[in-house]
């Protein structure tokens, strides 16, 4: 029985400068958001991260919110919740996995994304998920996040170079030394 699960948690990541977080939230089901909303917050708060956000009309605007906040603001990491429960079509396939799949491609372009959007099949459950003092699901969103704005920032100054040779490699000429290689 799931309830009865455990299931292990990565502690918090420690940063040495401010992180800016945006939550993006499609506040469908009030009560769910703002709960969701909770969790995220106390989670931020916890290491120390300023929170901003933004409410979009529901799950399938929030991958294109993050993509315009990524382009035109300045934050660290994102945040998305929201809240979709199985209806009578097939609608709710297709906000389920859409809003995942948008989410998805742009964490693989580099955004840190922490995805808080459930997928449920009955209310009771969206309410034992968004629940802070249950299952927290939106401070799991958060903690997602931030722990991929840490991984970005450890390997934020490593780069892999262009071409043949990494980045600020010297050129060696018949035992000459050149500075750094500008290929």
């Known amino acids: 029985m ?42 931020a708060e916890k290491v120390g991260a300023s929170v901003d956000i933004i409410e979009v009309p529901g799950a399938l605007e929030i991958p294109t919110a993050i993509g315009m906040a990524e382009r035109m603001a300045d934050y660290d990491g994102y945040v998305a919740l929201g809240c979709v429960i199985r209806g009578e079509t097939t609608h709710y396939d297709t906000v389920c996995n859409d809003s995942s799949r948008g989410l998805t491609l742009l964490g693989l372009q580099g955004l840190c994304i922490g995805n808080g959007i459930l997928t449920v099949e009955n209310r009771p459950q969206a309410e034992v998920r968004a629940d802070p003092a249950d299952q927290d699901k939106g401070g799991g969103a958060a903690a997602a996040a931030l722990h991929l704005v840490a991984l970005s920032r450890k390997w934020a100054t490593r780069t892999k170079g262009i071409g043949f040779r990494p980045a600020g490699e010297e050129i060696r000429i018949a035992g000459e030394t050149e500075g750094p290689s500008r290929a």
Not at 27 to 36: K, S
């Open 2 to 43: 799931a309830a009865t699960e455990s299931h292990y948690v990565l502690p918090l990541p420690a940063f040495d400068r401010p992180v800016k977080l945006l939550i993006v939230v499609a506040p469908y089901y009030r009560d769910i958001a703002d709960n969701m909303i909770t969790g995220a917050k106390a989670t």
